[in-house]
């Protein structure tokens, strides 16, 4: 790895369920190299190792590193991160890594990174008042109030998964019932499949899945799935864009805001038209209706995380 | 009206759906001279003439006024008042008031109005994170996010009354279904009491209505029918309670916020019990539990109205 210190260069690191993805980003925002392994099962230790391995395969040295993490950030900190595994305890990421790295080291949630690569270069660019709704294995959130991040006392804002849309309602992987992410987070959404399946009906959900080669109905599948007009697939998707509406209606209530940015794999997948479709479907719960309002998905897809978090690690640098 | 300009004095109006009240507010948030009037109902010239006549007989000329009133404001403007009669225009308040009392006049949201008299005085000084929910005959919200109030894009943020809790659930006054206002609010609560006693159900409600010499089931009213243990009075104030808490629980996982005040003429009438109430039945829902968070009643009462009025005349003396 050349020394470049000073390029201008940052490394933004995106850590996933599955994978963990590095890239170099330079001061235009753009991505000018790349780096990917298997987010490692062994716990914080192994995750930090490989983050530290990938950014040293880059082919400059940063001068800064931003991570986003699929948890609960506050003060440098992750607090709770529910979807890595054998991770329990607290772990004061900026610190571990930027020893072992020798650089200066940003951390924050995964969503709010994604939406500060959009806010910075996508799609949220300059907008005051922006709500972000990353749609995935879960359901994350991220909130841009009066042009700044909002992540509320402690870190824990943003969490638009667990606003409750039928108390009451299904059983959401956070043990409580009702909430948006039961009906349109895809694990939740797999395992209503899967249950109707055993029930007796018919859908293609789990060929295509097989066909495709992967363990679980990724986005991928769903896409394929809605294509071939599959029903039970259309009738769980549905019933997803409606709790999305009834759910982002309310925050629009609570919040009276400019622009909502559908991101995350589905929204890779199915582009532009489920963010017009959340639209309507968040339209008749809105009680102040602005015009100006819009619905857009995310313009830099997978790379809003890696952009967003080198942002972070920009930022940073700029405190310093 | 004897003259004191720079006397530090500045009046603060509370415009409700029944009384207009009025008072004069010294530098330490003390209400020092007041004045009321019944809400008139023939549009809002009627309406900013009693406002007139009411600041005209303080026993002291302010230096400014400010005016809470239920509806949406922007920049000075009331873009629309529900629950006053008559009321179809848009009206900028600031400058026809201003013009008739030769004053400058700042204008605000009743419960934003109400939540800054705590802000300013009350329960929720120098609180970073903070939502206000005003139980009244409808629900209102208002928002402290990151130290400052939070109206959203254009005005219209706060309105937990609008979240909704149960997706297809009971109609609200605003034509929607399942919002927490439709079973939380006094109005929606006292239909459903209707109903109820329609259908053959007991209730003391409307005995106890007439026995206090009231219209409406007010809040008093509901003091003594749940004080005298009766039944549907019980059941419709339990469910209450337990949709605020779905609807304070979804927000809290939105906002991450540190307190909770309750406003408004039942959080008067029951007091602490009723915070506490509230906060047990939001717990369940919050994904992020905080152990510093709290939720009180306003500590001034019917006066956080005023007290804040007056505040925001006063932030707008400070600005000239």
Not at 14 to 31: F, M, P, Q, S, Y
Not at 70 to 82: F, I
Request: negative net charge; contains cysteine; hydrophobic residues 45%.
């Amino acid at each position: 790895m050349k020394q470049h210190r000073g390029s201008g260069l940052v490394a933004g690191v995106d850590v996933g369920g599955t994978n963990i993805e590095v890239g170099l980003v330079n001061a235009d925002h753009e991505v000018v190299d790349r780096a990917k392994a298997s987010t490692p099962t062994e716990g914080p230790d192994a995750v930090l190792s490989t983050i530290a391995d990938l950014v040293g395969s880059l082919e400059h040295r940063p001068a800064a590193v931003g991570v986003g993490i699929p948890g609960v950030v506050h003060d440098g900190e992750v607090l709770t991160v529910p979807n890595l595994e054998n991770w329990h305890e607290r772990v004061a990421i900026d610190d571990d890594l930027g020893d072992r790295l020798d650089l200066p080291v940003a951390l924050g949630n995964d969503v709010n990174v994604g939406l500060r690569g959009e806010w910075r270069a996508g799609a949220a660019r300059d907008v005051a008042n922006v709500l972000g709704v990353w749609l995935g294995t879960g359901i994350g959130g991220a909130l841009i109030l009066d042009g700044a991040f909002f992540s509320g006392s402690r870190g824990a804002a943003g969490e638009i998964g667990h606003v409750v849309v039928r108390e009451g309602g299904a059983l959401c992987g956070c043990g409580r019932r009702g909430c948006v992410e039961a009906y349109a987070g895809r694990r939740s959404m797999e395992t209503t499949a899967q249950a109707m399946v055993d029930a007796g009906r018919e859908t293609r959900l789990f060929e295509i899945r097989d066909e495709v080669g992967k363990t679980k109905v990724t986005s991928k599948v769903w896409k394929k799935a809605l294509d071939s007009g599959d029903d039970l697939a259309t009738s769980l998707f549905d019933t997803a864009v409606e709790t999305l509406g009834v759910a982002i209606g309310s925050t629009l209530n609570l919040l009276d805001l400019d622009l909502v940015v559908i991101g995350g794999g589905l929204a890779e997948k199915l582009g532009g038209a489920l963010a017009d479709r959340i639209a309507d479907a968040a339209a008749p719960w809105v009680l102040q209706p602005n015009p100006d309002r819009e619905f857009v998905v995310s313009a830099l897809g997978d790379d809003a995380g890696i952009v967003g978090a080198a942002d972070l690690g920009r930022a940073l640098l700029a405190q310093r």
